[in-house]
C-alpha cells in the first residue's frame, strides 16, 4: 500500500505561490490553470 498523499496538496502550493508572485492572486497572469492537465506559467 503506498501512500499517494493529499488530493489537494498541490492545490495549496499553487494558492501560496499566487498570493506571493500575483498582483491579484483571483485572477491569475503567471501561474495559469490548464482544465484537465495541470499548471503552467503563463506566456508573456
Known amino acids: ?3 499517494d498523499g493529499y488530493e489537494r496538496t498541490i492545490d495549496v502550493h499553487i494558492r501560496n ?3 506571493k508572485l ?3 492572486p ?3 497572469r503567471y501561474v ?5 492537465v495541470g ?4 506566456e508573456e
Open 39 to 42: 499548471y503552467r506559467f503563463a
Open 1 to 3: 500500500d503506498a501512500f
Open 32 to 36: 495559469e490553470t490548464v482544465y484537465g
Open 17 to 19: 505561490l499566487r498570493t
Open 26 to 28: 483571483s485572477k491569475p
Open 22 to 24: 500575483e498582483p491579484n
